[in-house]
């Protein structure tokens, strides 16, 4: 079956920790991408990434890092430099063409940082 | 900066009743993009509109494209239990290199 994974569902850090998101697909999608979620909001994009190898900012960048080395992983640091980390974190891929918007989504994961 | 505006924010219903729900940027839209997310989980991509007027059904669900282009409408027929959660719309950010901006949601709730 294809799809995006993401692990852990649920990651406990202490604060000062640097801690690492893993994203997998197996959609041979070009395009991932990265969101923050927080209670009662909408998604606010991190990072994305068109291609291997290339990534941009989104409209939260500050105190993340992501690297994408292959098409299929696009992993998202959250460093000691987030202030407010806590967070439901969400990855996303898109195929590149005219359905480029339609993104899909991974489970999600929960980070609570003390 | 750009953003949509998505209304209601939250809506009570009696299982059976059918549901609106809409969604209004400050810009003209190419596309329009509607998802659902249950609690705790990723969300859901339900229907995905590309013409100005355009009528799109998947299921129970049917989404609009606003003449306008500046607005689109979800409408959910005869809801039951497995409605229930946050629906999102969401469009192209203008000059963004394919991302998406989005709604703040709209959350169902199934009245007991």
């Known amino acids: 079956d294809g799809g995006i994974t993401q692990s852990p569902k649920y990651l406990f850090r202490k604060e000062g920790q640097n801690v690492t998101l893993s994203c997998e697909q197996n959609l041979n999608h070009d395009a991932m991408y990265w969101y923050r979620q927080d209670p009662g909001q909408g998604l606010r994009l991190i990072y994305y990434s068109q291609i291997v190898n290339d990534f941009q900012k989104g409209d939260i960048a500050e105190g993340y890092s992501v690297s994408r080395e292959k098409k299929e992983s696009f992993p998202l640091t959250v460093t000691s430099a987030q202030k407010n980390p806590t967070a439901f974190y969400l990855c996303?891929?898109?195929?590149?063409?005219?359905?480029?918007?339609?993104?899909?989504f991974g489970p999600g994961t929960r980070l609570t940082v003390t | 900066g750009q953003q949509l505006n998505q209304s209601p924010q939250s809506m009570f219903i009696q299982e059976g009743e059918d549901v609106s729900m809409n969604c209004t940027s400050s810009?003209?839209?190419?596309?329009w993009l509607w998802y659902k997310q249950d609690p705790g989980e990723g969300p859901v991509l339900l229907i995905a509109l590309y013409k100005a007027g355009e009528l799109t059904s998947n299921g129970r669900l049917t989404a609009q494209f606003g003449i306008t282009r500046k607005d689109s409408f979800l409408n959910i027929s005869a809801s039951i239990p497995s409605d229930v959660g946050i629906y999102f719309c969401a469009g192209p950010r203008p000059r963004g290199n394919y991302q998406l901006i989005w709604g703040a949601g709209t959350k169902l709730i199934i009245k007991p």
């Open positions: 810009s003209i839209f190419n596309t």
């Open positions: 996303a891929s898109s195929i590149r063409g005219q359905t480029a918007y339609e993104q899909y």
